[in-house]
């Protein structure tokens, strides 16, 4: 499931709790910047062999829209 492995990645990289990562979780409420946003990225492009356009990243707030955008090019 797409979710729970970003859930894992997001853990992962920035030593946060999995139980306050929701499909509602926005980058602010988990204390990700644009930079870290940026890493986590890099990380999902590798982990599903897929490209995310500058222009998509800016528009994800949630972890959902991050979710939704994988589900919908794989």
Known sequence: MVFERIKEMICDQ???PEEEITMDSTM???DIDSIDAVDLAMSIE???DIDIPDNELEG???VGDVV???ESVQ
Do not use: A, C, P, Q
Request: hydrophobic share 45%; proline share 0%; charged share 45%.
């Open 46 to 48: 590798d982990e599903f």
């Open 60 to 62: 994800f707030k949630s």
């Open 28 to 30: 602010e409420d988990l």
């Open 14 to 16: 920035f030593d946060i």
């Open 68 to 70: 939704r955008f994988v």
